[in-house]
T-cell receptor, first 114, second 112 residues
Framework: NAGVMQNPRHLVRRRGQEARLRCSPV?????VYWYRQLPEEGLKFMVY????????ESGMPKERFSAEFPKEGPSILRIQQVVRGDSAAYFC????????????FGQGTRLTVV | GQQLNQSPQSMFIQEGEDVSMNCTSS?????WLWYKQEPGEGPVLLIA?????ELTSNGRLTAQFGITRKDSFLNISASIPSDVGIYFC????????????FGGGTRVLVKP
């Protein structure tokens, strides 16, 4: 997981505010994935992006959640009008893509909605 | 959708013991990955398996990709206290895109 940088590590938001989570992939990796983990559970896939394109967003809630991976800069997971149920750890992973599917994870952002 | 059943959910280890955990799936996967997660951290990749029947070792860790492509196991030999953590299996199916499907985790704890 060396190289995948997520910030902030902890984020507290009041209900109704916006949360922006950032992820810088391993240098040279063009594939980014976002996962959500609730306490005592495994990681659940949210969205898969490949530079400037959303490839698969089947795990992302239809409302309030959006993700981007611009040509320059980190990938951003944005949650609008947060609710208590959004409290979770959000992990970003990156991979080189192609036949190599080994995904390396960042340390996560722990979002708490109060 | 695909689901991974991981067992046991938790186990206690005593130093020097061998530990085993497994994952089964309702559908086939092309790749199996095993991760370890420690409190407050992200999952760390331990072993990746790419071929049915493949047996791969990484130090004291050994994992196998089941011949049916629907299961995998992870063994830890001669456990030590730093083996404590949560171990996750994850499966990847090419036709489903590059996303990983994770098991619920096996929590490895030290015997009191």
């Amino acid at each position: 997981n060396a190289g995948v940088m997520q910030n902030p590590r902890h984020l507290v938001r009041r209900r109704g505010q916006e949360a922006r989570l950032r992820c810088s992939p391993v240098k040279g990796h063009s594939h980014v994935y976002w996962y959500r983990q609730l306490p005592e559970e495994g990681l659940k896939f949210m969205v898969y992006l490949q530079k400037e394109n959303i490839i698969d967003e089947s795990g992302m809630p239809k409302e309030r959640f959006s993700a981007e991976f611009p040509k320059e800069g980190p990938s951003i997971l944005r949650i609008q009008q947060v609710v208590r149920g959004d409290s979770a750890a959000y992990f970003c992973a990156s991979s080189p893509g192609g036949a190599n599917t080994e995904a390396f994870f960042g340390q996560g952002t722990r979002l708490t909605v109060v | 959708g695909q689901q991974l059943n991981q067992s046991p959910q938790s186990m206690f280890i005593q130093e020097g013991e061998d530990v085993s955990m497994n994952c089964t799936s309702s559908s086939i996967f092309n790749t199996w990955l095993w991760y370890k997660q420690e409190p407050g951290e992200g999952p760390v990749l331990l072993i990746a398996l790419y071929k049915a029947g493949e047996l791969t070792s990484n130090g004291r860790l050994t994992a196998q990709f089941g011949i049916t492509r629907k299961d995998s196991f992870l063994n830890i030999s001669a456990s030590i206290p730093s083996d404590v953590g949560i171990y996750f299996c994850a499966g990847h199916l090419t036709a489903a895109g590059n996303k990983l499907t994770f098991g619920g985790g096996t929590r490895v704890l030290v015997k009191p």
